[in-house]
């Protein structure tokens, strides 16, 4: 990787960080609940995105370049586990088991579920 | 709350230096806001991606975002908890949240290329792999996280002297 490719992908990181700031106080401000739902709006979303872009890069649709900074930066800078795990102890602490484990392993799959969609959708556009 | 003594505003999310200029705006829309968490996230995307290109995976595992997931939440835990026993959120103690919780820990850390891999390790054949990675790190992550609260209210009781109802 080019110390170039690599300055933009720490840039689109930032921008991607920016973002999640921005969308995460908007869907806070219109739903109002003790479920982190914007986060887990954020990391769904961002996983989806994800496999698609992965799915046009194994159809070359999408250079390695792009692919280093609109995934690995924009969208790993959008998306964030740390919050995720300390929205999950949040929830354990205040012993919200169920909601705890949804959090955590729940989200776990949605996102997962949500990268390999994407990587379908990716794959039949390419 | 915590023995500061800080006048707290009247709205918590008004900063005095911000709301001279009309209607305050929320943090989330505020430039000055949205520059902290670039900078922090662009910092914490470039320690990623070094690590990632540093250590690549093994066997198709990314033990490099592992590792990163995981002492990013233990991190995110430590400065939410010793952030909040210092007092309310406004003014400095908000900056550090946004430049170095919401920045460098939120860019630093990744959920859309763990979602990813273990999809594309689930997705290869054998899924026991893909499984341990995912669940793995989430269930360390969780330990992580809970570690690094347990450590930030530990240090606050034993250096600051500090004990509030719910440490009895």
């Known amino acids: 990787m080019t110390p170039l490719i690599f300055a933009l992908v720490a840039l689109a990181g930032g921008l991607g960080a920016a973002a999640r700031?921005?969308?995460?106080?908007?869907?806070?401000?219109?739903?109002?609940?003790?479920?982190?739902?914007?986060?887990?709006?954020?990391?769904?979303t961002g996983s989806l995105l994800l496999g698609v872009l992965a799915g046009l890069a194994a159809g070359h649709l999408v250079s390695d370049a792009s692919y280093a900074i609109v995934g690995a930066g924009f969208l790993g800078g959008y998306t964030t586990f740390s919050t995720a795990s300390f929205e999950t102890v949040r929830l354990l602490q205040e012993r919200k088991w169920l909601a705890g484990a949804v959090n955590g392993l729940g989200v776990l799959a949605a996102t997962t579920l949500a990268a390999a969609l994407g990587v379908w959708i990716g794959g039949t556009l390419s | 709350m915590n023995g500061n003594d800080e006048d707290l505003p009247l709205d918590p999310d008004l900063d005095a230096a911000e709301s001279a200029s009309g209607a305050p705006r929320p943090i989330h829309l505020r430039p000055s806001a949205l520059l902290l968490v670039f900078a922090g996230g662009t910092l914490g995307t470039a320690?990623?991606?070094?690590?990632?290109?540093?250590?690549?995976?093994?066997?198709?595992?990314?033990?490099?975002?592992l590792a990163v997931n995981i002492?990013?939440?233990?991190?995110?835990?430590?400065?939410l908890e010793s952030l909040v026993r210092r007092g309310p959120d406004h003014g400095g103690r908000r900056r550090v949240r946004l430049l170095v919780g919401t920045g460098v820990m939120g860019g630093f850390t990744t959920y859309s290329a763990l979602a990813a891999d273990t999809a594309r390790l689930i997705g290869s054949g054998s899924p026991a792999p893909g499984l341990a990675y995912g669940v793995g790190t989430v269930l360390i992550g969780a330990v992580a996280t809970w570690a690094g609260i347990a450590i930030a209210a530990a240090f606050h009781r034993r250096t600051l002297g500090v004990a509030t109802e719910d440490d009895r």
């Open chain 2, 47 to 65: 320690a990623r991606e070094a690590l990632s290109l540093t250590f690549p995976p093994i066997d198709g595992i990314p033990y490099a975002i």
């Open chain 2, 71 to 79: 002492t990013g939440a233990l991190l995110l835990g430590l400065l």
């Open chain 1, 21 to 44: 700031l921005a969308l995460d106080g908007i869907i806070r401000t219109r739903v109002s609940s003790a479920f982190p739902w914007a986060t887990i709006i954020i990391n769904v």
